[in-house]
């Protein structure tokens, strides 16, 4: 096919247009763009047509599917049967009061789901992806939802492809597509290639696929095709999306709420027995089975608890923290142990370059001090406290120039505003260039580019190839010989043999003195290369480079981290610092933000190699350290399976595409919303919206908090039932007539306790939280505690419930006068019974009402609705209750808040103490 840009008849901008056929001109031509990318008002009058750059999606269930939803349930079928049953016998009052129940059921669940899918789908807009596009021939980064076909964007590894694309250039480009083809090894790319129409989608190698990774490398693009029109696109608009496995923590209590269903069944059936063989009718004793499971088996648990993690999740989103796995809520709980990034977790991440050191051929010659802050061109390089000479300025300069040109950032100064995009350290070169008088959108301008070796964690250094200019950019002036001359910047140690005539141990000595009062330090060298080597970007070619100096970068150190590290060390976990900075500007950056006692110990990434994983001897290197300088990013994921294996549960933090199998296999992977990458954020369990250390552990605090709320739901939910089980069974026991009907146990379990118990999930955190030791990883939820709490207070309600209806029966109280007392006396319990589920630990006369007064709404509410039932003509009579005097409620609500005083003394019962301090 020609390639001079015409496009072939018939060739349109469309998801039928074979790009890859096309040459990177005719993709142009056949989208109507160029190569500084669209203007914005072509680009707005695109998006309009096109709509957003999103992949298709399941259409969230309405209002009416989540309320048919609530009658998929082996309990609401009984009740359904029930209901028939009634009819067929003529109880018309009970059939009907039990449809309304099912209907008050559906509609508390149904909004109970419809606010977890709200609260979900509001977390899900705030993870936006970013990408960098040109537009009107500047560089900005925009959401990826508001690309359109046209679009020229850049990518850099760690990200993810944005849209289909037609590449138009590359540097060391490779790409995981196992999404898309299923094929693991990485592919190289190729920006001339022009595949035949019919190539299948591995052999398309000049084209960028949605949703697929950049493993290394850089890459300018144009978009062609977006959202549905995307080959994942197609793929998404022929399936349906599968419904999301349950939490961790669910599934548990769904199998628990099976359990409990069969010993319940159990229970039941030998109920039944003895009641047919005391001469109760069928009926009746089908019924009140079906009341008492109703009772018994927790079936409103789980949609409680995912309701209650949805809370915990948008609390942890106003403090910056996204939860992209509901499982992460729980397991913050335990986490013991914090392994962070230093770059702008513990740091600003806004460097400045503070320290320049020129060299000459014997070492160390100049050293000068960079004034001014920030990102602003704002101060001036003195040596010594005085104006450097012009000799001295102009090796600034040069030192300067050589790190401009090899540069990937860009910035722009526009009045008092600072625009700059890319790396931080790039831009702080550029921003010292500016403080010299250079201007870096010129000095690239009279450069031209011929290759480059882009920054990769693992390489550890960058280089550009170029020509022209003037003598001073290097040793080889514009086109002299043909030459070129290439720019490096890097770690010290890795561009040493790369320099010819220095002293490498006082330069090394140098850079470790630097290091040793917090500095980064970069080296930065030039030389000579031939154009050939120039246009390969051969790094073989990289020999007799002249070293220019080094360069102590300094980046803020975030204010409210010391105090978030000590907060910490007090909850019992332990925070220890990776970084890829020399060993000394590790010490001294984590001995002044209090990570270890004192003087940290260090280990670096070669004390580490020296030592294999799963050893003894690299297990103690591990364990023993607070900082580790200098780590392989490979060594990052081995230090954490070493953590765990030692028996911590381990928090990550990461940003690079290098980070995501550390960030997957830790218990807790937290990502970078500001710079981390696609590929970091997809592994992650969470995502810090501020890139912030002091974030973290505000969200360990959330995670604290809704464990305490979930426990508290169980304990409400799950004693409640117990105690009318307890009832029934002593009532059975001694002969005495049912102390509820199957309508009361209904009213009681389905509408009152169901009021209540979601408004627990509203609890803040108890006092001292972060005081408490992390959980042991394999805490169960019915640990001692719980199952001592439940027993006691579950067994108290039926035992003091049945008492009361005895000692009515005996004073010669009418059986339905009787029943009508105890079914106020169990509201009032449940009533109390939520108060006393406030907390575990503290008396619940001590937590103040304002740190929840939706419970105390939902309770008033929930007793409201018992007394309105006691006037209301009909319902009083299908409940088969009556008014009460004042008195009568008031000697009641003594009786049921004596349960407040029971548990109240088990709380500070001998042995609790310690149940006290562990959780």
Not at 78 to 101: K, Q, R, Y
Not at 264 to 278: E, F, G, P, R, S
Not at 470 to 496: C, F, Q, R, W, Y
Not at 860 to 884: C, D, F, K, M, R
């Amino acid at each position: 096919m020609p390639g001079d840009g015409k496009v072939p008849a018939g060739v349109r901008s469309s998801a039928a247009t074979a790009w890859h056929s096309l040459t990177a001109a005719q993709a142009l031509a056949a989208q109507e763009s160029r190569a500084e990318g669209l203007n914005e008002a072509e680009a707005g009058r695109r998006l309009a047509e096109c709509g957003p750059n999103r992949l298709p999606r399941g259409r969230a269930p309405g209002g009416l599917a989540l309320y048919v939803r609530q009658f998929k349930s082996p309990l609401v079928y009984l009740l359904l049967a029930a209901s028939v049953v009634s009819v067929f016998v003529g109880e018309w009052s009970d059939a009907l009061f039990i449809f309304v129940v099912l209907q008050l059921n559906a509609v508390i669940g149904g909004y109970q789901e419809w606010r977890a899918e709200t609260s979900a789908a509001a977390l899900d807009r705030m993870m936006r992806d970013r990408v960098v596009v040109l537009r009107d021939g500047l560089a900005r980064q925009i959401d990826t939802a508001d690309l359109v076909p046209g679009d020229i964007v850049r990518l850099e590894s760690g990200g993810r492809v944005p849209a289909d694309l037609r590449l138009l250039e590359l540097h060391e480009l490779s790409v995981d597509e196992s999404l898309l083809t299923g094929e693991s090894l990485p592919l190289e790319k190729d920006v001339d290639l022009v595949a035949p129409a019919t190539a299948p989608l591995p052999e398309r190698l000049n084209l960028l696929f949605a949703g697929t990774t950049v493993l290394t490398g850089r890459a300018r693009a144009l978009v062609v095709a977006s959202g549905a029109e995307t080959q994942i696109g197609r793929i998404a608009s022929a399936l349906a999306l599968p419904d999301q496995a349950p939490p961790p923590l669910i599934a548990r209590l769904e199998r628990m709420g099976r359990m409990i269903g069969i010993a319940t069944v159990v229970a039941i059936a030998v109920l039944a027995t003895v009641q047919l063989l005391q001469g109760l009718d069928l009926l009746t004793v089908f019924l009140v089975a079906v009341a008492l499971a109703v009772a018994a088996i927790p079936e409103g648990l789980p949609v409680a608890i995912t309701v209650a993690l949805s809370i915990a999740t948008g609390r942890m989103a106003r403090r910056n923290v996204i939860v992209r796995a509901l499982p992460a809520v729980e397991g913050l709980g335990a986490c013991s142990l914090i392994a962070s990034d230093k770059t702008g977790t513990l740091t600003c991440n806004e460097l400045t370059a503070k320290h320049v050191l020129l060299f000459d051929d014997a070492g160390p010659a100049v050293a000068g001090t960079v004034g001014g802050q920030g990102y602003r061109p704002i101060g001036t390089v003195a040596v010594d406290g005085r104006a450097p000479s012009n000799q001295e300025l102009a090796g600034f300069a040069e030192l300067a120039r050589s790190a401009a040109l090899c540069n990937e950032a860009e910035i722009a100064f526009v009045d008092d505003e600072v625009r700059h995009l890319g790396d931080t350290v790039d831009v702080a070169f550029l921003v010292l260039a500016a403080k010299l008088g250079l201007d870096p959108a010129a000095l690239r301008g009279s450069y031209r580019l011929h290759g480059m070796i882009p920054y990769e964690p693992q390489r550890r250094y960058a280089a550009s190839f170029v020509s022209g200019g003037d003598a001073a950019a290097g040793p080889v002036s514009a086109g002299a010989a043909g030459g070129a001359t290439v720019h490096v910047k890097g770690a010290l140690e890795v561009l040493l043999p790369m320099c010819d005539g220095i002293d490498a141990e006082r330069a090394l000595a140098a850079g470790d003195a630097l290091a040793a009062e917090g500095y980064r330090v970069l080296a930065v060298a030039h030389g000579s290369v031939s154009r050939d080597a120039a246009e390969r970007a051969d790094a073989g070619s990289l020999r007799y480079l002249r070293l220019l100096g080094l360069v102590g970068l300094m980046d803020p150190l975030r204010p409210e981290v010391p105090d978030a590290i000590q907060r910490c060390r007090e909850a019992g976990i332990s925070v220890v610092m990776i970084t890829g900075d020399h060993p000394e500007t590790a010490r001294a950056i984590a001995r002044e933000l209090g990570v270890g006692d004192g003087d940290p110990v260090v280990v670096t990434g070669a004390e580490l190699q020296a030592a294999a994983p799963a050893t003894e001897g690299f297990a103690a290197r591990v364990n023993s350290a607070q900082v580790f300088a200098r780590v392989e990013p490979v060594q990052k994921l081995e230090i954490v399976q070493a953590l765990q294996r030692a028996g911590h549960v381990v928090a990550v933090t990461g940003d690079g595409v290098n980070d995501a199998p550390a960030l997957a296999a830790a218990d807790i992977g937290v990502a970078m919303g500001k710079g981390g990458t696609d590929v970091a954020r997809g592994a992650a369990d969470l995502i810090l919206t501020d890139d912030n250390f002091a974030s973290i552990v505000g969200g360990i605090e959330e995670g604290r908090i809704a464990y305490d709320n979930v426990r508290k739901l169980i304990y409400l939910l799950i004693s409640t039932g117990l105690g009318e089980i307890v009832l029934f069974l002593l009532a059975i026991l001694a002969g005495l007539p049912f102390p509820l009907f199957a309508v009361q146990l209904l009213w009681l379990n389905l509408v009152t306790n169901g009021i209540q118990h979601v408004a627990l999930a509203l609890e803040k955190g108890e006092p001292g939280i972060l005081q408490r030791r992390p959980r042991p990883r394999d805490e169960a939820l019915f640990d001692r505690r719980m199952i001592g709490q439940v027993a006691m207070a579950g067994g108290y309600m039926g035992f003091c419930g049945f008492a009361f209806y005895y000692w009515c029966l005996e004073r010669g109280v009418p059986e339905p006068e009787a029943r009508n007392l105890l079914l106020l006396l169990m509201v009032l319990f449940e009533n109390v019974h939520a108060v006393n589920a406030r907390s575990e630990r503290r008396s619940a006369l001590g937590v103040p009402v304002m740190a929840n007064p939706f419970l105390f709404v939902a309770i008033a509410a929930a007793q409201g609705l018992h007394i309105a039932a006691l006037y209301t003509p009909g319902l009083s009579h299908v409940l088969a209750v009556e008014p009460v005097s004042l008195l009568e409620w008031l000697l009641v609500l003594a009786l049921a808040l004596s349960l407040l005083a029971v548990m109240e003394m088990w709380k500070v019962l001998p042995g609790r103490k310690s149940q006290r301090i562990s959780h």
